[in-house]
């Protein structure tokens, strides 16, 4: 499928030819929830902790006798049953992260930029150049419409561009290899340069 490429300017810059195995693909919505799932999985932190009867600040004395007080038996107050005592099978930092095939995740980010193009979403720009003013930069997003754009330059983000973006809300900035189904599908808007598309090609292919 062809593109048209504009400038940052919004003047027009040719046509890029893109890959239909990559940009051309059907919405799979089962695909995109996997990969997204896996995504934020293994982003959780899982360093939620609660006290087990062990580790809490209590007398390990027996409260009372064991017969003879018409009470139930007990031991100590660290006990899950009394009030700060410890909890039972509580939470305990460990990873949330799961298994996803490569194959399942590649074809994940293939969708997300599928749907993108299909959605009317992709934008393809000549590069991603500024001179690292952000009311310039902020000026020129404005003119185009994008309100919560992502843009993938390719192996590496133009050092002034990314300067000026910082500041500018709504506007994230990756190299083609930090490109993800969650960030992509997030956004309003994708932003890919001439070079993130030629990188995110070589990549998937």
């Known amino acids: 499928m062809k593109l048209d490429v504009i400038k ?6 040719g046509e890029v030819e893109l890959t239909d195995e990559i940009f051309d693909l059907e ?3 089962d695909i ?5 799932r896996w995504q934020r999985n293994k982003a959780q932190a899982g360093t939620h902790k609660a006290k087990t009867r062990s580790e809490t600040s209590y ?4 409260i009372y006798r064991q017969k003879g007080t018409g009470g139930a038996r007990h031991g100590d107050r660290n006990a899950p049953i009394f009030r ?14 799961h298994e996803l095939p490569k194959k399942v ?13 299909k ?17 310039t930069l902020a000026n020129q997003v404005k003119a185009l419409g994008w309100k ?11 050092e002034n561009f990314a300067r000026a973006a910082a500041n500018i809300d709504g506007l994230d900035v990756l190299p083609s290899v930090g490109a993800n189904v969650y960030d992509i599908l997030k956004r309003d808007t994708l932003v890919l340069t001439k070079a993130g598309v030629e990188a995110l090609e070589a990549r998937l292919k």
Request: proline share 4%; glycine share 12%.
């Open 8 to 13: 940052l300017d919004g003047g027009a810059a």
């Open 27 to 29: 919405p799979r919505a």
């Open 32 to 36: 995109l929830h996997r990969v997204v």
């Open 59 to 62: 007398s390990t004395k027996k």
């Open 84 to 97: 700060k005592g410890g909890i039972y099978k509580g939470p305990v930092p460990r990873s949330h992260a």
């Open 105 to 117: 995740r590649q074809l994940g980010l293939k969708l997300a930029l599928s749907a993108k193009a």
């Open 119 to 135: 959605a009317g979403n992709l934008v393809v720009i000549d590069n991603a150049d500024a001179d690292g003013k952000t009311k």
């Open 148 to 158: 919560r754009a992502l843009v993938i330059d390719g192996a590496e983000v133009n």
